[in-house]
């Protein structure tokens, strides 16, 4: 499937082939994974091993992509990004810093979330508006989109924020927003343009969100 419609040109969007889950990485990189299991080893390597390689197509320096507070990648000065996996698919994106404030991206496979696991996800907005388009929408796409806002955002504001502190809008056509709700204690910066894509296939479900400095 051709991705490349989630983001802007200027993103570098990288797919995982199959030598990145089993190539070692850098040396700092390696050490955070030491007591890992294997299958968290295989899906570390697999995102920064493509990672990286949407960091050479930027030109950026070639140094470790090691981890924040929250287990998030720290990326070099100057360069933004988000990686995603699942269990057989794992990609990376990144971008100079710039006009281009926040990227999060996330994948799904197209199985049904575990039984009673939306009513920690879902608002009632998020309920009514799956359930009038359920014949349109994949699943996890709540989950989804939430996951890849999580991503785009915390980096710019440096606090968590909870599943139900949003709620989805405007889905259509491969796009969506969102809206907070009562339950939101963060504010979300007001300079800059949110966007957020979906697409999907026969097996996967891909989310993407970007923010644009106005």
């Keep these: 499937m051709d991705l490349s419609s989630l983001f802007p040109s200027s993103v570098s969007l990288v797919l995982a082939d199959d ?12 050490t955070l994974i030491t007591e890992s299991v294997e299958k968290r080893q295989r899906e570390f390597r697999a995102g920064r091993q493509a990672a990286h390689t949407a960091l050479a197509q930027l030109q950026a320096p070639d140094i470790p992509i090691l ?14 990004g988000s990686i995603a996996h699942c269990r057989d698919l794992c990609l990376a994106v990144c971008a100079i810093d710039g006009e281009i404030a926040g990227l999060g991206i996330d994948v799904e496979p197209l199985t049904p979330l575990p039984k009673g696991v939306d009513r920690y996800i879902h608002t009632e907005a998020d309920t009514k508006i799956m359930q009038e388009g359920q014949d349109h929408y994949p699943e996890r ?5 939430k996951e890849s806002l999580y991503k785009c955002y915390y980096p710019l504001i440096g606090r968590y924020f909870g599943f139900q502190s949003v709620s989805l809008v405007d889905i259509d056509n491969g796009c969506f927003s969102f809206e907070t709700t009562e339950r939101c204690e963060i504010s979300f910066p007001s300079q800059m343009t949110f966007h957020g894509r979906y697409l999907f296939d026969s097996t996967h479900l891909y ?7 106005n």
Excluded: K, N, Q
Excluded at 67 to 80: A, K, M, Q, S
Excluded at 141 to 145: E, G, N
């Design 19 to 30: 030598e990145m889950w089993h190539r070692p990485v850098r040396d700092e990189e390696e």
């Design 67 to 80: 981890r924040g507070e929250r287990r998030e990648p720290v990326w070099p000065e100057g360069y933004i």
């Design 141 to 145: 796409l709540v989950f989804s989109a």
């Design 207 to 213: 989310t993407a969100c970007y923010l644009i400095r």
